[in-house]
Structure formats: structure tokens, C-alpha cells
């Protein structure tokens, strides 16, 4: 099963050119992750104790998504870690690619935010 996220395009998400804000993107990339991540629980981080944090973002702009244009984001994971992983969000509108990024997150203790291992029951959820 692959995880697909769209993000209608608000009026409030363009900039003074008519097309999406270049930051907005990785606000449509942190939506579409914590929305795949809470498929497995929609409480994780009381509910197991640990949580997901961005380490490092890239970002790579291919052509511009406007006002109401519906982006669709299929995130992958390319790469695991011990405690860290990365995914790679590929943002399209219609078959025009619209952005990708990768982006490294790492898993933490909820009560400390030290690193720990990749939960398995994660691991097995973003992999599907």
C-alpha cells in the first residue's frame, strides 16, 4: 500500500507572484507526514512514548502549484537508519511534478527527546 496526501492550495498560500510560497511547501510535507504517521495511532507519542522530529530538510522545486490547485504528495522512505530515516515527498499536480523533498527525521523519547531506536511497529507502518 503506498500513502498519497492532498493539499488543496489556499488563497492564503501564494505569494504576491500568484503561486505557492516556497516555505509552504514544507508546511504541506510536515501535514502529509503526521497524517501517514497517525494512521497508526492518532495519539503515538502518549500512546508509545516516543515521537518523530524533522532533522533536516531539502527541498527542490521543479514548476509552481497555484491558488486552488490540488497538490499530490506521495511520500516514500529511502533510506533507515538506526534511529534516524529518510523520505522522500514527490508534490505533483495532475502528472506536472510540482516539487520534491527529502527530508530526515529522527525518533525520540517522548520525556527526554534523546534518540532511540526506529520502533518496529514504524517501521513496518511507513514500509507498507
Request: with cysteine.
Amino acid at each position: 500500500m503506498t500513502y498519497r496526501h492532498d493539499v488543496r492550495v489556499r488563497y492564503v498560500d501564494c505569494d504576491m507572484q500568484g503561486v505557492v510560497y516556497n516555505a509552504h511547501y514544507l508546511t504541506f510535507v510536515d501535514d502529509a507526514f503526521d497524517c501517514w504517521v497517525r494512521q497508526l495511532d492518532p495519539t503515538f507519542e502518549t500512546t508509545f512514548g516516543w515521537e518523530v522530529m524533522l532533522k533536516r530538510a531539502e527541498i527542490v522545486w521543479d514548476t509552481p502549484a497555484h491558488f486552488a490547485d490540488i497538490v499530490m504528495i506521495n511520500p516514500s522512505v529511502t533510506r533507515w537508519g538506526n534511529t534516524s530515516f529518510d523520505v522522500e515527498f514527490k508534490g505533483s499536480v495532475g502528472e506536472r511534478a510540482v516539487f520534491t523533498s527529502v527530508v530526515t527525521y529522527v525518533v525520540v523519547d517522548h520525556d527526554q527527546y534523546a534518540p532511540m531506536p526506529i520502533p518496529e511497529m514504524l517501521r513496518d507502518h511507513l514500509s507498507n
